[in-house]
């Protein structure tokens, strides 16, 4: 089994920043991608980032500039700093991962979210 937690999340003043982490446990081989999603009320769920364990990134063009996500291979763990914050942020975020197991299973996981809102 392969479990994602999330935690940093928060309520946020426009401009502002928050850090939000992730942490990969269980039976884990290797990572490929991890990434940021976000939901927000009535809308889609949404990448916000994602990197490689090589370290290529992308990001949604509405966070560049103000996001920075990394990774850490050998603690399995992927951060999300997020500055300069907008209320358009608000949303419940999820980490996401890609993970081949000990068992050599490649599959696609997701963390429980953790809400984010920026509002004055």
């Known amino acids: 089994q392969v479990q994602l937690v999330e935690s940093g999340g928060g309520l946020a003043q426009p401009g502002g920043s928050l850090r939000l982490s992730c942490a990969a446990s269980g039976s884990i081989f290797s990572i490929n991608f991890m990434a940021w999603y976000r939901q927000a009320p009535g809308k889609q769920r949404e990448l916000v980032a994602a990197i490689t364990r090589g370290g290529s990134i992308n990001y949604a063009d509405s966070v560049k500039g103000r996001f920075t996500v990394s990774r850490d291979n050998a603690k399995n763990t992927v951060d999300l700093q997020m500055n300069s914050l907008k209320p358009e942020d608000t949303a419940v975020y999820y980490c996401?991962?890609?993970?081949?197991?000990?068992?050599?299973?490649?599959?696609?996981?997701w963390g429980q979210g953790t809400q984010v809102t920026v509002s004055s």
């Open positions: 996401n991962a890609g993970v081949l197991s000990t068992w050599g299973t490649l599959n696609d996981y």
